[in-house]
């Protein structure tokens, strides 16, 4: 093979790589320390895991997804990376579903208290197949756990040294919509590296975008040559295809503007018809971060702890006030999950809380689709209170 | 002190009634002071009074087998009786000053008579009289809602 | 955000289900400054965490004072707490009553129940800087007589000249020689100059919506109308997602909000 070594392989430069040397590139990545960790086929689905070598990835196999369908299949290629985004997130790892937040002790009297920070460590994680949606979705957890006055330890501790390998996708799910929601299915920016998979006939190989210094070294240790403008031509061909063959479209209009103004429509009768208020789609949505604490004691009541979990919006007692809950209704609470995601997101974060993943749609054990939702209102929108 | 009528034009339910009509109401009213614990309405008795308080506190009550329960307590510038109004023209709550009371009282009887002779008055005084009901029936709800009831901040 | 350890030095019964408790730091730590509105999230060991009023400490000179309901399990905790017990303590968090925006005008104070334990440190504040302020007038309702907060420090407010407060109750006793009714006709009979007050409201939710109208009825215009809110607030930093209202974070933006700010969000029922 013809390795060149490039002198200005920095941020900006295109490379290829070729499909027999990705084990180098996870080589090399675990080299530099990195807890390496990226998709792998288990419980009948695609998950993350950790990855040491290509052939734990899942290679040869797709999906099939629609509204409350999953499914593997069998590809007839090798395609490491033919899949859309299984129900996990890399949230799961940046913004673990339990975490102990701190323990605690009695003082020596009985009446004292000392509370003992729960370290956080820095894994140095190296994320493998991270797609455009799946970066965004990185990004708008950060705007919610980082800036401000008490920025989440825990989570800056995992973000802070992590390396994230992006894959442009070229297989999009049949719940997809990235390309209306502007968050792929190329990767734009956030990432260290990013892999274009092209395999055509005999040739198999990735096109590598690098984004940063930190992507440019790991590449260096990697068997690498010039990218063509057959080639980058090649790699814009994949996710073109993937654009043209995007499972699902949000309707291009103001959401903001669309839901604050509609938030007594009747469909959200009609999707409380439906709906089991599960949580599904918040467990899998990779930008919902609601959490709720748990204080345990020991029998003797000298040592507690504070766990911190997921929870849902969906769950009735998350607004529980002292008269009662505040969203009792299962009506309610799909309209708070859906109009803090795709509208007062906005008014706090800057932008929506939607990536356009689809998960919330293929997760959903009756099949309600975010997107269709969306058309109902906007097709018959009803003025309804002044609120703004 | 201030005349009947002037009392009248600064209290607010009447704020819609003309010159003259304020006027015809102030011939009707007197002056009146009760002590502590006197009653200015007795329920159950033919309601010919109504009045206006310059200057006190008048508790409406019912007689419970506890004892008298104050339903509602009345200040300067409100009005107490509407009973007169409506058939059968009788009280329903007892009225006790508390401490003493300042008050105009006015010859509902005779201004029954007055307001059916004159529309216009009576139509306007419907109007003054409604306006107190209502803030009334919007106080009552507000009650029944027993709003601090175990629904407030921790 | 982890809470830090404050000794209650005492505890005083308030209701038959409502305890002010006074909290210290242990020796060696500073006592946390909680602007008027501003509150904090209180920690009973091995059963968790709640928001509470703060209703004393302004200044560094007095203990910081924690009103508390016993309504559920931490709270029930808390208020079964003896001097010299710890408890956690995280904060300050949150918005502030605007009372330096008020200076120079009227500042009518409404409050609802458990309502005037926010809003006492607010009546402290204006007290100590009276002079800067134009009448001062307190509107307290609620329940019964047996409910109401700061009994002893109401009657010594009602001493003062430069202090108009008054109490009214839902229902009254045989005791009760007071007035009876609702909050908002304290409102109404309230003397003061809309066009130069500012209204700080603490309460039920309706108390708030009705004393607000009662507010705009009197001229007062709604941008000057502040209430303190009640939602769930668990993480305090608004990161755990529990006390949403449409786009604020009520830990954060609020508890205390300029009425025009939330109003049309409260028209939107389970919100």
């Given at each position: 093979m013809n390795v060149i070594v490039q002198s200005e392989l920095g941020p900006g430069a295109t490379v290829i790589v070729?499909?027999?040397?990705?084990?180098?590139?996870?080589?090399?990545?675990?080299?530099?320390?990195?807890?390496?960790?990226?998709?792998?086929?288990?419980?009948?689905?695609?998950?993350?895991?950790?990855?040491?070598?290509?052939?734990?990835?899942?290679?040869?196999?797709?999906?099939?997804?629609?509204?409350?369908?999953?499914?593997?299949?069998?590809?007839?290629?090798?395609?490491?990376?033919?899949?859309?985004?299984?129900?996990?997130?890399?949230?799961?790892?940046?913004?673990?579903?339990?975490?102990?937040?701190?323990?605690?002790?009695?003082?020596?009297?009985?009446?004292?208290?000392?509370?003992?920070?729960?370290?956080?460590?820095?894994?140095?994680?190296?994320?493998?197949?991270?797609?455009?949606?799946?970066?965004?979705?990185?990004?708008?957890?950060?705007?919610?756990?980082?800036?401000?006055?008490?920025?989440?330890?825990?989570?800056?501790?995992?973000?802070?040294?992590?390396?994230?390998?992006?894959?442009?996708?070229?297989?999009?799910?049949?719940?997809?919509?990235?390309?209306?929601?502007?968050?792929?299915?190329?990767?734009?920016?956030?990432?260290?590296?990013?892999?274009?998979?092209?395999?055509?006939?005999?040739?198999?190989?990735?096109?590598?975008?690098?984004?940063?210094?930190?992507?440019?070294?790991?590449?260096?240790?990697?068997?690498?040559?010039?990218?063509?403008?057959?080639?980058?031509?090649?790699?814009?061909?994949?996710?073109?295809?993937?654009?043209?063959?995007?499972?699902?479209?949000?309707?291009?209009?103001?959401?903001?503007?669309?839901?604050?103004?509609?938030?007594?429509?009747?469909?959200?009768?009609?999707?409380?018809?439906?709906?089991?208020?599960?949580?599904?789609?918040?467990?899998?949505?990779?930008?919902?971060?609601?959490?709720?604490?748990?204080?345990?004691?020991?029998?003797?009541?000298?040592?507690?702890?504070?766990?911190?979990?997921?929870?849902?919006?969906?769950?009735?007692?998350?607004?529980?006030?002292?008269?009662?809950?505040?969203?009792?209704?299962?009506?309610?609470r799909y309209r708070q999950w859906m109009t803090h995601k795709l509208a007062t997101w906005v008014d706090q974060f800057g932008t929506s809380g939607c990536v356009g993943c689809g998960r919330c749609i293929t997760w959903c054990p009756v099949g309600i689709d975010i997107t269709e939702e969306v058309s109902a209102i906007l097709s018959n929108p009803t003025p309804s209170a002044d609120a703004t | 002190m201030q005349s009947i009528e002037q009392t009248l034009a600064a209290t607010r339910m009447f704020r819609n009634l003309t010159r003259e009509q304020l006027a015809a109401l102030a011939r009707l009213g007197e002056e009146v002071e009760y002590a502590d614990g006197s009653r200015l309405m007795i329920e159950g008795e033919p309601a010919d009074w109504f009045f206006v308080i310059r200057e006190g506190f008048v508790a409406l009550q019912t007689d419970a087998p506890s004892g008298a329960i104050t339903i509602e307590t009345l200040h300067n510038g409100d009005s107490v009786g509407w009973s007169w109004l409506f058939e059968p023209y009788l009280t329903h709550f007892d009225a006790r000053s508390r401490g003493a009371t300042q008050a105009i009282r006015f010859d509902a009887a005779t201004l029954r008579v007055r307001c059916a002779e004159d529309r216009e008055l009576g139509y306007e005084l419907m109007r003054s009289f409604a306006s107190v009901i209502v803030e009334r029936l919007q106080a009552t709800r507000l009650q029944l809602l027993d709003v601090y009831g175990r629904a407030t901040v921790s | 955000m982890t809470p830090r350890a404050h000794r209650v030095v005492s505890r005083r019964g308030e209701t038959a289900d409502t305890w002010t408790l006074a909290l210290e730091p242990l020796p060696g730590e500073e006592l946390p400054l909680f602007a008027p509105g501003q509150f904090g999230m209180l920690y009973a060991f091995g059963v968790g965490e709640i928001p509470i009023s703060v209703s004393g400490a302004s200044t560094a000179l007095d203990p910081l004072r924690c009103t508390v309901r016993s309504v559920g399990s931490v709270s029930a905790a808390l208020c079964a707490t003896a001097p010299g017990d710890v408890v956690g303590l995280r904060g300050p968090f949150g918005s502030r009553w605007p009372l330096a925006e008020a200076t120079a005008g009227d500042v009518v104070i409404v409050a609802g129940g458990l309502g005037l334990a926010p809003l006492r440190p607010a009546i402290h504040h204006v007290l100590a800087h009276r002079n800067e302020y134009g009448r001062v007038i307190v509107c307290y309702g609620g329940r019964s007589a047996d409910e109401l907060l700061f009994m002893s420090e109401l009657e010594v407010w009602r001493g003062r000249f430069d202090l108009d407060i008054d109490v009214i109750v839902d229902i009254a006793g045989p005791d009760w020689h007071g007035k009876v009714g609702v909050v908002t006709k304290l409102v109404e009979l309230a003397a003061f100059d809309p066009d130069r007050t500012f209204a700080l409201l603490c309460g039920p939710e309706v108390m708030l919506r009705f004393g607000a109208l009662t507010l705009r009825k009197r001229g007062v215009p709604v941008e000057r109308c502040y209430i303190s809110m009640e939602r769930n607030m668990h993480c305090a930093i608004a990161q755990c997602g529990h006390c949403q209202f449409g786009p604020k974070f009520i830990c954060r933006e609020g508890p205390v909000q300029r009425y025009d700010e939330v109003e049309p969000w409260l028209k939107i029922g389970e919100l």
């Open positions: 070729d499909r027999s040397a990705l084990d180098s590139l996870l080589a090399a990545i675990a080299a530099q320390g990195y807890h390496v960790v990226g998709p792998t086929v288990g419980d009948g689905a695609i998950v993350y895991g950790d990855v040491s070598s290509s052939a734990e990835l899942p290679v040869g196999w797709s999906d099939e997804q629609d509204g409350g369908t999953y499914r593997l299949r069998r590809r007839d290629d090798q395609a490491v990376f033919g899949y859309a985004v299984g129900p996990q997130s890399w949230k799961q790892f940046l913004h673990p579903p339990n975490l102990r937040l701190w323990r605690a002790r009695r003082g020596e009297d009985g009446t004292g208290l000392e509370i003992l920070e729960e370290p956080t460590p820095s894994p140095r994680y190296a994320f493998i197949g991270v797609r455009s949606c799946e970066l965004h979705a990185i990004a708008i957890q950060d705007q919610v756990f980082l800036p401000g006055a008490h920025p989440d330890r825990a989570y800056a501790a995992r973000r802070e040294d992590i390396l994230l390998v992006a894959v442009n996708c070229g297989e999009p799910g049949g719940t997809c919509f990235c390309v209306s929601m502007d968050t792929g299915p190329k990767a734009s920016s956030g990432y260290d590296l990013a892999l274009t998979e092209v395999l055509d006939g005999e040739r198999h190989h990735f096109v590598v975008e690098v984004g940063t210094d930190r992507g440019a070294l790991v590449l260096a240790d990697v068997p690498h040559r010039a990218a063509h403008d057959a080639d980058l031509a090649a790699a814009a061909e994949v996710t073109a295809g993937a654009v043209a063959r995007m499972g699902r479209e949000m309707p291009a209009v103001d959401l903001r503007a669309l839901l604050l103004a509609n938030y007594e429509h009747p469909r959200w009768d009609d999707v409380a018809e439906r709906c089991l208020t599960c949580g599904n789609c918040t467990m899998v949505c990779p930008t919902c971060f609601c959490t709720s604490v748990e204080d345990t004691a020991d029998l003797a009541g000298d040592e507690a702890e504070r766990w911190r979990r997921w929870d849902s919006c969906f769950s009735l007692s998350f607004s529980h006030l002292t008269g009662g809950d505040a969203r009792s209704s299962s009506r309610s | - | -």
